[in-house]
């Protein structure tokens, strides 16, 4: 299978068997992990735009799935979709249309910048997206009000499927690591999470899926 640079590889890009072998040589504490959950799982998900992803991520923000879910249904039924939203659409809505539909004024502010942001021509197209680094991406997409790097982190992951991603500020994944160090609870530093994760290039995608793992089970274990 043909790979392209680690910057711009997805998982349809890499053999995904070779990319376990080789996380399981560089990192051996991934090697009974692997061998209890051996299908990586993470199918992205790009049935919808970038920006009606970036809107719903907007929306998840700090709530449970099932709050959010109710209100992105809901910011959909304003603009008479089910599925889509245009930018025209969003500027064209007044405040207290988004704010009744559920949305706080912070998140309203910031789904009308993504807006403007998109109207400007800002946001990249498919075509474009796909031949820009990560780290391009999101020096680009924290321009808008509301997005941070750890919502840009997931959307390179589970939309754009990049197979060189992680985030090191991401509580699930320090503590799947301080599971995986044996240090839990304690958690490591930003900086041991990069150098942890230095081992892991160009596959950290799919390291940090099992950090996941790791601390999901963890939580299961442990529930009261």
Not at 25 to 33: L, N, Y
Not at 195 to 207: D, F, N
């Amino acid at each position: 299978m043909h790979e392209l640079s680690p910057e711009l590889s997805t998982f349809d890009d890499i053999d995904i068997k070779k990319a376990l072998r080789y996380i399981k040589k560089t990192d051996k504490r991934f090697t009974p992990i692997i061998k209890a959950i051996p299908n990586f799982e993470i199918k992205p998900n790009n049935s919808n735009s970038l920006f009606i992803a970036l809107i719903e991520s907007i929306i998840y923000q700090q709530l449970t799935a099932k709050a959010a879910e109710t209100i992105y249904k809901r910011v959909l039924r304003l603009f008479s979709s089910s599925s889509q939203i245009l930018p025209l659409d969003v500027i064209r809505a007044s405040e207290e249309e988004l704010r009744a539909a559920g949305l706080s004024r912070n998140k309203a502010i910031a789904i009308r910048d993504l807006s403007e942001f998109a109207l400007a021509n800002n946001l990249p197209d498919e075509n474009k997206i796909k031949q820009m680094a990560n780290e391009e991406i999101i020096k680009t997409l924290t321009q808008i009000k509301g997005i941070g790097r750890w919502t840009v982190e997931m959307i390179l992951i589970f939309r754009l499927g990049r197979a060189d991603v992680t985030s090191l500020k991401d509580y699930g994944l320090q503590k799947g690591l301080a599971l995986l160090m044996g240090t839990f609870p304690t958690l490591p530093s930003i900086n041991e999470f990069r150098e942890q994760s230095e081992k892991w290039k160009p596959y950290r995608s799919i390291a940090t899926w099992y950090l996941w793992r790791v601390a999901d089970s963890y939580n299961a274990t442990n529930k009261k």
